[in-house]
């Protein structure tokens, strides 16, 4: 299959860590830009971070996540990971990984940049 898999989330305290996966089980995921999405309740899914495909790796960040969040490849395990430190309750909300329809794009943060979608996850902050 071509999907993304997501896993990962959960409940977590304030100021604690977590970290999402994403990964494919048919298709390489290093040579794609990816994109991770937050969507809080009741509001409009929004790019958090993105990575550029293994070419460069180059990362973007929304203001609000940046020192918090850190996007990342282990390319031998096909998997793309966000690690979310200090975990605020802002942060709470369905997280969804994306690439685009072709190889080598960069990554971008809007959403109209990706073409197929992991099936969200769910992280929580609260103490």
């Known amino acids: 299959q071509l999907h993304l898999v997501q896993s990962g989330g959960g409940l977590v305290q304030p100021g604690g860590s977590l970290r999402l996966s994403c990964t494919a089980s048919?298709?390489?995921?290093?040579?794609?830009?990816i994109g991770w999405f937050h969507q809080a309740p009741g509001k409009e899914r929004e790019g958090v971070s993105c990575?550029?495909?293994?070419?460069?790796?180059?990362?973007r960040y929304i203001d609000s996540v940046k020192g918090r969040f850190t996007i990342s490849r282990d390319n031998e395990k096909n998997t793309v990971y966000l690690q979310i430190n200090n975990a605020k309750p802002e942060d709470t909300g369905e997280y969804f990984c994306?690439?685009?329809?072709?190889?080598?794009?960069?990554?971008?943060?809007?959403?109209?940049?990706?073409?197929?979608w992991g099936q969200g996850t769910q992280v929580t902050v609260s103490s």
């Open positions: 994306a690439r685009p329809i072709y190889r080598g794009r960069p990554c971008v943060l809007g959403a109209d940049g990706y073409d197929f």
């Open positions: 048919e298709l390489a995921l290093n040579y794609y830009a």
């Open positions: 990575i550029n495909s293994a070419t460069d790796e180059a990362t």
